[in-house]
């Protein structure tokens, strides 16, 4: 089965699966659902950025594009209770954007992204002081008529992971948290962009993590993680080690209050370090994000990421990363939401990214507004 039919299967599996359990507010004891939400919404986007692109049809067509953003989505996250005790979760998102682009050379575009996720969670107590928790999950996009860069839609893919975890207290800090994790992810190469397979990988971390209160209204969080990436496809040209392995560290702390306002904020740090000496990087990214109420019903959310990256060398080609924008993105958002009826919200949204695609070193710019509906029935 090719990665995009897989993809399309795993999103209809999550519109079963939305049938399958009982409404929200089931009754204790079974199944039932914590949460439903359902969205949708408009937007107005530009991009900016003369940029090569591994798996888009046309080359450098066009340095400003713009485009129209329908958006269509589905959250749930579910439970089973047995004798009082959550022994296990269900959590899905799936979603559709259909685009209507506009400013490129040889047409215009209608690209529409399909995205998909699963992921299922078993609990088991030991003790009064422990908690061991095993997952399994899929993941999966799928991108029809992609466009040329600076519109960047990441490539269609199909990943599953799984892993362990193991939660315990502790004097010092409320709960640390030790979890093996592995992903394999295979993605979906067109023919006139067989490169895309490049991405495809399979990947182990290591992460510990913790979370200790500072008084009732702050509180820290941190992680260390080690992961180890494969990318089977992606020569080193060393017939002693040919294909590409990388081992990335990952440290990141943070604080929380909760008061008058809802206040985040953190510094994360990545050192990338490989056997093929094309991808190596280090970076650093600071994170904040502020919301309060400012009249009425009114909440205003103000969210702001920003990232430094370097790479180790200055090689003059493209170095092909995973394809994923969290990684080096720099972000910026305003949100104005309120509640417009029962169990329905709106809110108004201005928004801006700096990310590279997937040829690392060339950043491509996104500046757009939107409005967004959320409803959660029967809540």
């Known amino acids: 089965m090719s990665v995009d039919r897989m993809a399309r299967a795993l999103i209809q599996t999550l519109l079963a699966l939305l049938l399958l359990l009982p409404p929200v507010g089931a009754a204790e004891g079974q199944l039932g659902w914590r949460d439903l939400v359902v969205t949708g919404g408009m937007s107005g986007e530009g991009y900016q950025g003369n940029l090569p692109s591994a798996g888009a049809v046309l080359q450098d067509s066009t340095r400003t594009a713009s485009a129209l953003v329908g958006e269509v989505g589905l959250r749930g996250d579910g439970f089973w209770r047995r004798n009082g005790t959550t022994r296990a979760t269900l959590f899905i998102d799936g979603g559709l954007r259909q685009f209507a682009a506009r400013g490129f050379q040889q047409r215009d575009y209608a ?54 975890s193991l939660r315990i207290g502790s004097t010092a800090w409320d709960w640390l948290d030790l979890s093996v994790s592995g992903e394999r992810a295979d993605f979906s190469a067109p023919e006139f962009a067989p490169q895309v397979r490049l991405l495809d990988r399979e990947s182990i971390t290591l992460q510990l993590a913790g979370a200790r209160g500072l008084d ?63 991808p190596e990087y280090r970076s650093v990214t600071l994170d904040g994000q502020l919301s309060t109420v400012v009249f009425g019903s009114t909440v205003a959310t103000a969210y ?76």
Not at 125 to 143: I, P, Y
Not at 349 to 364: H, K, L, P, S, V
Request: no cysteine; net charge negative; charged share 25%.
């Open 111 to 164: 690209p529409r992204e399909w995205v998909g996720e699963a992921e299922v969670t078993f609990y088991q107590d030991l003790g009064n002081s422990a908690l061991f928790s095993a997952f399994t999950g899929v993941r999966g996009r799928e991108v029809q008529d992609r466009t040329p860069m600076p519109l960047f839609l990441q490539p269609g893919y199909m990943a599953v992971n799984g892993g362990a």
């Open 216 to 278: 009732p209204q702050q509180g820290l969080d941190a992680f260390l993680a080690v992961d180890v990436a494969h990318y089977r496809e992606q020569e080193t040209f060393d017939s002693l080690d040919p294909y590409r392995r990388d081992q990335t560290l990952r440290a990141r702390v943070g604080w929380t209050y909760r008061g008058g306002m809802v206040a985040r904020a953190g510094v994360e740090g990545r050192l990338n370090r490989s056997n093929s000496r094309r």
């Open 304 to 379: 702001l990421v920003l990232t430094a990256k370097e790479y180790e060398e200055s090689i003059p080609f493209a170095r092909l990363l995973p394809g994923e924008e969290a990684n080096s993105a720099s972000t910026a958002f305003i949100s104005l939401s309120r509640e417009l009826a029962r169990n329905l919200d709106g809110a108004f949204r201005i928004g801006w990214t700096r990310a590279e695609a997937e040829t690392g070193d060339d950043y491509f710019q996104r500046l757009g507004a939107g409005l967004l509906l959320t409803y959660r029935p029967g809540l």
